[in-house]
């Protein structure tokens, strides 16, 4: 793919929505990039063993799990209603581990050690922090909202809470990572006007401490091998493909 964010369709604002994630990987900021708005899904239940608190790094040339602790966390409780635990500084402690000889190392590492070592316990605010620090080193200027901050109806859920989000922000293109095809359904997004697109993303693979290459880490591992002007260019490694279509 050429150089330069690839061409979303000329359809009007592109709403993106997602759960906050962890440090997520690539693919999560690909959305966040080509999105004219991004709403952090914060008023749905917490889902165990997700991807909410929890991510992977490249730890002795292996993918290795980190968990951020949580207090209160259920199913049957919102994302925003879970506070964030105390081990922050062992989650520093393997990184600094896994990463000490990367080369963007003392670079990369203080963002992550402001995100972590943050003062603020509500899970959806911490992850939201940590989006947004990412998103400024890597000149991602899309604004960011909480759902729970457009009020919506308590009953609605699934495709229905994504449509009246959209909605009610005026979307004209709605986009998914390729993942969710099974959960959105072309029609019901064409009959209230908006487009439904899903994002391929397939990053390049880039230079690891391993021999092998790792997909699918947190952006961390990213950052830490790849300078910010690389890592741009690999977020707009993408394809929008429409709701029907194969990739």
Not at 41 to 56: E, Q
Not at 113 to 141: D, F, H, M, T
Not at 156 to 163: T, V
Not at 169 to 182: C, D
Request: net charge positive; hydrophobic share 40%; aromatic share 8%.
């Amino acid at each position: 793919m050429a150089d330069g964010k690839p061409a979303v369709p000329a359809r009007g604002k592109t709403v993106a929505i997602m759960q906050p994630y962890l440090f997520p990987y690539i693919p999560y900021f690909q959305l966040m990039d080509l999105a004219d708005v991004f709403v952090i899904l914060d008023d749905v239940s917490y889902i165990n063993r997700g991807w909410i608190n929890r991510n992977r790094i490249l730890l002795a040339g292996q993918a290795h799990r980190i968990t951020l602790q949580l207090r209160g966390a259920s199913q049957n409780r919102r994302i925003n209603e879970i506070e964030v635990g105390d081990n922050a500084g062992k989650l520093l402690r393997t990184i600094a581990h896994a990463y000490a000889r990367a080369p963007n190392f003392g670079l990369v590492y203080p963002l992550i050690e402001r995100v972590l070592l943050q003062p603020r316990k509500n899970l959806a605010a911490y992850l939201a922090v940590g989006l947004e620090s990412v998103c400024r080193a890597l000149g991602i200027a899309t604004p960011m909202l909480f759902s729970s901050s457009l009020e919506m109806p308590a009953d609605l859920a699934g495709q229905q809470r994504i449509l009246a989000i959209c909605r009610k922000l005026g979307a004209r293109t709605y986009v998914n990572p390729e993942g969710g095809r099974g959960l959105y359904h072309h029609r019901a997004f064409a009959e209230s006007g908006i487009g439904l697109f899903f994002l391929h993303g397939a990053p390049e693979p880039y230079r690891q401490a391993s021999g092998t290459f790792q997909s699918g880490l947190s952006i961390i591992d990213a950052m830490m091998y790849c300078s910010p002007e690389e890592l741009q260019h690999r977020i707009r490694q993408y394809r929008l493909v429409p709701a029907g279509e194969e990739t």
